[in-house]
Each structure stands twice: as structure tokens, then as C-alpha cells.
């Protein structure tokens, strides 16, 4: 498979399902990195210098809220793309951010179909060429409606 250089973070409070989502992903061609917690992601995020960060609006870790708060704020300074999955009926106002960079997606319990289209749109990536990079569109200006 070609890989197309392009690195997603994957924070997901639910092991399982963040696993499913970086196979999938790694299926398309992506390099990934996963974190299980707020704290891992936030260290994953400084150290790892991802394309594109998928961020479970539940993710918790003790002061989970402001590590969560801390990676959203870091994504917006350094023009990084933040995919937030939230629950359906989640609308506490967590994540809620006014960005064109922010997407907030409903993710059930196998969020693949909820933001397959999107993680394609943000990297650039070509599916039916397996990971292979198109020239369609450039990654600054998605053609997907942000959050």
C-alpha cells in the first residue's frame, strides 16, 4: 500500500473504537498515532506534528477538559484541522468553536462512516487509489462545510 505521508491523531476515550478508526484510516494510506486519554493526546499532538486531529468530544483524563480545551486552542494557533465527534445529543457546549477548521461531526459507536468523506476531504486523500494524494483541492481551503 502507498502511504501518503500524512499523519492523523486519533483521541478517543473508547480503546476500541479509537483502534477501528485508525485501521481504517491506516487502510486509506495514513500514517497514525492514537491516544486513549487527554494527557496522551496532548502529548501525541505536541510531539507527533499531525496533518489533521480527530478528537472525541468525550475524551477525559482528571483535568481532561482543559487538556481537550488545550488541544483545540493549539489546533486553531497552528491552522491544524480539528474533527470533533461528538454523541449524538451531545450539546453541553464542549468544543463548540467558531472556526472554519473545526468540524463537528456525530459519531456513533463506529464513527468511520461520520467522517471518512471528511478525513479524505482534509488530506487530501483518494480512497479508490489507496492512500494515494489527489490534487483536487489543497488541504488550507476544505470544500466540506466547518463547524
Not at 494510506?29 to 468530544?57: H, I, K, M, R, S
Not at 477538559?65 to 484541522?81: F, K, M, N, Q, W
Not at 472554519?100 to 461520520?114: C, G, K
Request: include cysteine; hydrophobic fraction near 40%.
Amino acid at each position: 500500500m502507498t502511504r501518503t505521508g500524512k499523519m492523523i491523531l486519533i483521541a478517543d476515550h473508547d480503546r476500541g473504537r479509537g483502534e477501528m478508526l485508525a485501521a481504517q484510516c491506516r487502510d486509506i494510506g495514513l500514517t497514525v498515532e492514537t491516544a486513549f486519554n487527554a494527557a496522551a493526546a496532548l502529548t501525541q499532538f505536541t510531539f507527533g506534528q499531525p496533518d489533521l486531529v480527530c478528537l472525541d468530544g468525550r475524551l477525559k483524563c482528571g483535568s481532561g477538559d482543559l487538556l481537550c480545551e488545550r488541544i483545540v486552542a493549539d489546533c486553531l494557533r497552528t491552522s491544524i484541522p480539528l474533527i470533533a465527534m461528538m454523541e449524538a445529543g451531545q450539546s453541553d457546549g464542549q468544543l463548540l468553536v467558531d472556526d472554519a477548521r473545526t468540524y463537528i461531526v456525530d459519531a456513533p459507536s463506529d464513527p468511520w462512516d461520520a467522517v471518512q468523506a471528511l478525513i479524505q476531504e482534509l488530506l487530501n486523500v483518494d480512497a479508490q487509489s489507496n492512500g494515494v494524494e489527489t490534487s483536487s483541492s489543497e488541504v488550507g481551503e476544505p470544500s466540506l462545510v466547518g463547524g
